[in-house]
């Protein structure tokens, strides 16, 4: 049940509409000339029912951060890249190891074979591991996940 508008208004009543309207400035709702304005008749006002004609054009709440029920999505929203958590980055690590080391193994194997049948070859191999690996090694070292910005 609404309070009654003929109540009168407390300092915390008024303060808790002056921080409102503020954040609703910061959000583009009113300029701050409307602000201004607003504000000097929030701390003028003495009843519930005066605080409420002040913001009477505006939401109670952000509708912009109300879920969206399921039926609203649609498909053509660009996707949001989650933040990268710790566990995600060293899984991302460990699956480029993985892969120059598979490589790796691949084009040595076959260096091998060719040196075993005979056939010596320049251990071209190292042009691919090392400096493939040299970056990952950097990569390693000196990357680390950053912490999610609140």
């Not at 509708?63 to 980055?89: C, I, K, W």
């Not at 320049?122 to 950053?146: D, E, F, K, N, S």
Request: with cysteine.
């Amino acid at each position: 049940m609404p309070p009654n508008p003929d109540i009168r208004a407390s300092d915390a009543d008024r303060d808790r509409v002056a921080g409102s309207l503020r954040e609703h400035c910061a959000q583009g709702r009113i300029t701050m000339d409307e602000l201004q304005e607003r504000l000097e008749a929030v701390y003028a006002a003495k009843t519930l029912g005066q605080l409420q004609e002040i913001t009477s054009d505006l939401p109670e709440e952000d509708l912009y951060e109300l879920p969206v029920p399921a039926s609203q999505h649609t498909t053509a929203a660009p996707a949001t890249r989650p933040e990268m958590g710790t566990d995600s980055f060293r899984s991302g690590r460990r699956a480029l190891w993985t892969t120059w080391a598979v490589v790796g193994s691949l084009n040595v194997t076959v260096w091998l074979v060719l040196a075993l049948t005979g056939t010596l070859v320049y251990p071209w191999w190292i042009w691919v591991l090392g400096p493939w690996g040299a970056a990952l090694l950097i990569g390693t070292l000196l990357g680390r996940p950053r912490r999610p910005s609140r």
